[in-house]
């Protein structure tokens, strides 16, 4: 039986957002017991997680590899918190024209060209964000943290230059590979 892994593609801010993001999810874990945000970097999913085989890792790289080639750098800005009630809270992303039309194009490749495939966003709008708390935050919790987030004021902007691959290692989220945009 091949060795199979979970991975899935997306845009990670530069560091200094990234140290901002974990401080916050630092302060649900001390505050809300919501630790499960800290399985990852802090990101923009992309592709959600998909199982695909360790040894076609090389052919998924290089499909990645290709697409990221054919992109431009594009903007990204932060702003303010926003929740998926009653379990999730993050950091909203601004849906730029740009960032849906990298994510649809990402997700109609790699449906035609690998057969991979988000059953889940072929349902609902691409709603980008940046978690902070999920999943092992209680409904108790959400609607104590909810209030103290709701208008708190956060503000960034990046620019997007690449693709990152994570590969999950069995505990947490890795960074595997990442693609540089074109330009």
């Not at 989220?173 to 990442?178: D, F, R």
Request: a positive charge.
């Amino acid at each position: 039986m091949p060795k199979i892994s979970l991975f899935f593609v997306a845009l990670l801010p530069p560091p200094e957002i990234q140290d901002y993001a974990n401080n916050i999810k630092q302060y649900f874990a001390e505050n809300y017991a919501s630790r499960h945000a800290q399985k990852s970097p802090p990101h923009i999913t992309l592709q959600p997680p998909f199982k695909w085989a360790n040894a076609d890792t090389p052919r998924l790289e290089a499909f990645l590899q290709e697409f990221a080639h054919q992109k431009q750098s594009l903007l990204i800005t932060l702003n303010g918190f926003n929740a998926f009630a009653p379990r999730v809270i993050y950091i909203d992303v601004v849906r730029s024209q740009e960032l849906l039309q990298l994510q649809a194009h990402l997700m109609v490749k790699m449906e035609a060209e690998l057969g991979i495939i988000d059953k889940v966003g072929k349902k609902r709008p691409f709603a980008p964000h940046m978690t902070v708390a999920f999943r092992d935050l209680t409904r108790r919790n959400f609607k104590a943290a909810w209030p103290e987030f709701a208008h708190r004021q956060v503000y960034f902007e990046f620019m997007a230059d690449r693709l990152t691959l994570l590969i999950h290692d069995g505990r947490r989220w890795q960074i595997k590979t990442e693609f540089a945009f074109l330009g």
